[in-house]
C-alpha cells in the first residue's frame, strides 16, 4: 500500500513501513552527533545529515549513482595538487562558493558587492603607483579604469591597498604560464581623495579548468565553462571590510551564463571604447592602439557590519 502522507516536496510515494526504516535511520545518524562538545560541529554535521539524506530519499539514488559519486570525487581529489583545485571548481559550478559569499556578505547600506575569489590570486604581486601598468607585458587591448573609494557615509578612504588582477587578450593568467612570468596582476594605493586610477587591460572571457571531472559535469550537463569578461579586485583599509569583487563588462553575451554565478548587476560597468588616434587621459603614448575606460567606484562597509 502506499501512502501519500509519508511524502514531502518533491519526494516520490513509497509505503509507510519504507518512510519509517528511512526515518528512523536518519534519526539514529542525528542521534549520533548529540554528544559533540563543539555545538556548531555539532549543528554542522546534524545540518548536513539531514540535508543528505532528504536529497538521498527525494531523488531515490540509486546505489549504482552514489558509486559514480564515490568515483567522480575520487577523481576530483587524484587531481587536485597545490596548483590544481578542482574542489573549489566543484564548489564554483555548484553556485556553492557563491552561496557562502552572499551569507557572509550581507549587503549593508550602498557597500560595492562581493564576489567570487577564484584560484588565480597571488599575494606577491608587484606595487604600481597611481597611474602606473599592470599589465606587465600581458598581450590586451589597454584600458584605463579610474574610480574612488569611499565608506558607507560618503567620505572618502585615502590609501585604501586596491589589488587588481586579470586575464590577458588570450583568456590565461600570469600563473598559467609555466615561464614564470607576473603579469596581469599589481596593487596600487588610494591617494589622500580616495582616488585610484591606473592601466589594465581591456577584460576577456575564458574558461575555467575544464579538462577535469568539473569538466565532465559541465560537459555532460549541457553547461558552457565560459567565465564572464571580468577584473578581480581586492580592496582593504583599516576599519573596513575587507571587499574581493570583480568588475563585469556591459554588453557581454556571458553576463547571464558565467559558469560560476559570480556576476552582479551593480557590478557591470561600461567600458567605453576610443578608436586609434584619441589621446589617453594620462598622455600614455599608445603606439596607434585604441584603448577602453572604465569608471569603478568602490564602497567599504565597516569592518564589524
Ligand atoms: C576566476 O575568476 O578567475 C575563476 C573563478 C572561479 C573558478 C575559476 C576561475
Ligand atoms: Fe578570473
Known amino acids: 500500500m502506499t501512502d501519500t502522507s509519508h511524502t514531502s516536496g518533491s519526494r516520490p510515494a513509497v509505503l509507510a513501513e519504507q518512510s ?46 552514489w558509486n559514480r559519486a564515490i568515483e567522480f570525487l575520487t577523481a576530483t581529489g587524484h587531481i587536485t595538487d597545490d596548483k590544481r583545485q578542482e574542489f573549489i571548481l566543484l564548489s564554483d559550478v555548484l553556485g556553492a562558493s557563491m552561496q557562502t559569499i552572499n551569507v557572509n556578505n550581507e549587503a549593508y547600506m550602498n557597500a560595492t558587492e562581493a564576489t567570487v575569489f577564484g584560484p588565480y590570486f ?8 597611481i597611474g602606473g601598468d599592470i599589465a606587465g607585458g600581458a598581450p590586451g587591448q589597454p584600458c584605463w579604469v579610474e574610480g574612488t573609494v569611499w565608506d558607507t557615509d560618503g567620505n ?36 589622500q581623495d580616495g582616488n585610484y586610477n591606473f592601466w589594465g587591460l581591456t577584460p576577456t572571457p575564458y574558461p575555467i579548468p575544464h579538462d577535469g571531472p568539473v569538466g565532465q559535469i559541465l560537459e555532460a550537463t549541457g553547461r558552457s565553462p565560459m567565465r564572464a569578461s571580468h577584473l578581480h579586485f581586492m580592496v582593504t583599509a583599516s576599519g573596513k571590510r575587507t571587499l574581493v569583487t570583480h568588475i ?21 560597468k561600461d567600458f567605453v571604447e576610443h578608436p586609434p588616434g584619441v589621446p589617453a587621459p594620462d598622455g600614455r603614448d599608445l603606439d596607434g592602439q585604441g584603448w577602453v575606460h572604465t569608471r569603478f567606484d568602490i564602497v567599504l562597509a565597516p569592518e564589524n557590519a
Not at 122 to 129: F, K, N, R, W
Request: aromatic residues 10%.
Open 20 to 65: 519509517a526504516v528511512e526515518e528512523t535511520l536518519t534519526r539514529n545518524v542525528l542521534r549520533s552527533f548529540e554528544n559533540c562538545t563543539d555545538p556548531r560541529l555539532k549543528q554542522l554535521m546534524q545540518g548536513l545529515v539531514t540535508h543528505l539524506h532528504a536529497f538521498i530519499r527525494d531523488v531515490r539514488l540509486t546505489e549504482a549513482e
Open 122 to 129: 597571488v599575494d606577491d604581486a608587484p606595487e604600481v603607483a
Open 156 to 191: 572618502p578612504v585615502p590609501g585604501a591597498r586596491i589589488e587588481v588582477w586579470e586575464a590577458d587578450e588570450d583568456g590565461f593568467y600570469d600563473v598559467q604560464y609555466t615561464d614564470g612570468r607576473v603579469a596581469g596582476r599589481a596593487y596600487l594605493f588610494a591617494d
Open 248 to 268: 563585469f563588462v556591459s554588453g557581454d553575451h556571458l553576463l547571464k551564463s558565467d559558469t560560476v554565478f559570480g556576476v552582479k548587476e551593480s557590478l557591470i
